[in-house]
């Protein structure tokens, strides 16, 4: 819990700063009070990470046998028992960690609610994701069941809910590219060395790829309707080589966190009415 409300106070510590363009400098920043909020964030998610590699590797040592369901916190501590310090410094897996942690909660955490408001906003699609809900785990007890990827296979339409969702909130709106060599694309030419801002909100809403681009339509994501378009012209994980490697992981998340909360009769009443 403690951590929790640590790592909260350095999450919004880091977007604050990101907007204050006067604490960008080291300088600045040393004598504001978010280099203390920032230092103390990272010393007890620091202890956090130690206990956990403490703790993990301890239980690797006792069990001596790989788990065919380990996390890959476990697969990284095994290949470092088997060959030393020289392969991976307890540093360097504390980064890797660090990476998928911070890449993983704030962006799973942030489309959930956004999936939640957009199913409290339409109660259609509400009630046809829970009608898909109960066919494939069954009306009574499904909620302990925990969601796995064999069946979000048969979850298509919770599928194409999150896919509309991600496509109006885009949690990486913006990303950046630097370009390695020139690259003609029609008649713009990109020259080697520019740095690229690649506007994924905009393109999202772009009305030359979506009609009625403002509306809320998981349709839009029907294996047809996908096949019309140019696979680049939605880009929510990024794409290419650097593009997400938790958009599996991710979609087993999203169906998890709704499932705990559309487990029940769709209410007549949405956020319209209540307003
Ligand atoms: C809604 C969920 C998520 C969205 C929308 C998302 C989006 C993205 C985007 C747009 C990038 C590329 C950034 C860039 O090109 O500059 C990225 C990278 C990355 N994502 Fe995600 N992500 C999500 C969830 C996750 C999860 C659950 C994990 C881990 C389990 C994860 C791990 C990563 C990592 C490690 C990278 C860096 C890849 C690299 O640079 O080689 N993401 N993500």
């Known amino acids: 819990m403690l951590l929790l409300i640590c790592h909260c106070r350095l999450y919004k510590s880091i977007s604050e700063r990101m907007y204050k363009i006067w604490i960008h400098p080291y300088v600045a920043f040393r004598f504001s ?8 964030g990272m010393e007890n998610f620091n202890k956090f990470l130690n206990n956990v590699i403490d703790e993990r590797t301890k239980a690797i040592q006792i069990s001596k046998k790989s788990n065919p ?8 501590l095994e290949i ?14 504390k980064e890797e960690l660090i990476t998928l942690f911070t890449a993983s909660e704030d962006t799973t955490m942030t489309v959930t609610s956004f999936v939640l408001l957009m199913l409290g906003m339409h109660e259609d699609v509400q009630r046809k994701v829970w009608q898909e809900q109960v066919q494939v785990l069954g009306s009574n007890g499904s909620r302990n069941v925990q969601i796995e990827t064999h069946h979000l296979k048969d979850m298509k339409y919770l599928q194409m809910v999150i896919e509309e969702t991600l496509r109006l909130f885009p949690v990486a709106p913006l990303i950046i590219r630097k370009v390695i060599k020139d690259v003609d694309i029609g008649p713009v030419t990109l020259k080697k060395d520019v740095n690229l801002m690649i506007n ?7 009305e030359s790829i979506w009609s009625e681009p403002n509306k809320f339509n998981p349709l839009r994501f029907t294996p047809e309707e ?9 880009i929510p994980f990024s794409a290419g080589f650097r593009g997400c490697i938790g958009k599996p992981f991710a979609f087993v ?10 487990h ?11 307003q």
């Open 226 to 234: 996908k096949s019309k378009r140019n696979p680049y012209s939605y």
């Open 33 to 40: 009070k978010h280099y203390k909020i920032q230092k103390e």
């Open 264 to 274: 029940l009769e769709p209410h007549r009443k949405t956020i319209h009415h209540i």
């Open 80 to 93: 470092k028992e088997e060959n030393g310090e020289n392969i991976f410094s307890r540093e360097e897996i």
């Open 69 to 76: 369901d380990e996390v890959s916190l476990d697969r990284l």
């Open 200 to 206: 994924i909100y905009s393109m999202h809403r772009d």
């Open 253 to 262: 998340t999203f169906a998890n966190r709704l499932h705990s909360s559309v």
